[in-house]
């Protein structure tokens, strides 16, 4: 009880051990809830994180969030399933936390709700985006091409030719992120593959 205001507080329950090799089956039945509920929650804190976006424009000529939005728009529009829509709408998603390494920030947080070809475009479109900019920047205009050997290059590059590097419109009429927030919650809700979550 809180002294001050007389009201009850629910005190949660907690595993009792010191160091894992200590745990116990009820320990970990008392973490797996809390997983559980955490994990529920995970559309929504992926979407407020995707909002940093909006407003950074980073010079180009809209913001990384409307970049993100038309992205997903146009493989929406293309005729694109939803979890490819999703990885679309999640691809720089990193921008905020991987300066050097957006795509893998990005990879790693949709790999359990993709299909393995929408993962690896995910994790390799920052070489094939770099095919339209790296050479005005003193760079390898055709990095892409150490992945020539990949069953993905072809779909990688697709891509970033008919949806990523095309999605610097001002003028583009993207949906909003509320069209979205539905499929979000739909590919989030349950991984494909992951260790932490059985079979049965």
């Not at 970049?67 to 990193?94: C, F, K, N, P």
């Not at 030719?161 to 919650?185: C, G, H, N, R, T």
Request: aromatic residues 14%; hydrophobic residues 35%; charged residues 25%.
């Amino acid at each position: 009880m809180d002294i001050k205001t007389g009201q009850m507080h629910a005190v949660a329950e907690h595993a009792k051990f010191r160091e894992m090799k200590e745990g116990t089956e009820a320990d970990w039945k008392i973490i797996q809830k809390h997983y559980l509920e955490f994990a529920a929650d995970l559309p929504d804190r992926v979407l407020t994180h995707l909002k940093l976006l909006e407003g950074d424009f980073g010079g180009f000529p809209v913001c990384r969030l409307q970049h993100s939005l038309q992205t997903a728009t146009r493989a929406h529009r293309d005729g694109r399933g939803e979890r490819y829509v999703v990885m679309a709408l999640l691809h720089d998603i990193g921008d905020t936390l991987g300066s050097y390494n957006h795509p893998d920030v990005a990879a790693a947080i949709i790999k359990p709700f993709v299909t393995e070809e929408e993962h690896w475009i995910c994790q390799h479109h920052g070489a094939f985006q770099g095919y339209y900019f790296f050479h005005f920047l003193g760079m390898d205009q055709n990095t892409r091409d150490q992945f020539r050997d990949s069953p993905y290059f072809d779909a990688c590059a697709e891509f970033c030719e008919k949806y990523d590097q095309a999605a610097f419109d001002p003028d583009y009429d993207s949906e909003p992120l509320e069209f979205f927030e539905p499929m979000v919650k739909r590919v989030f809700a349950r991984p494909l593959s992951s260790m932490y979550v059985s079979d049965d």
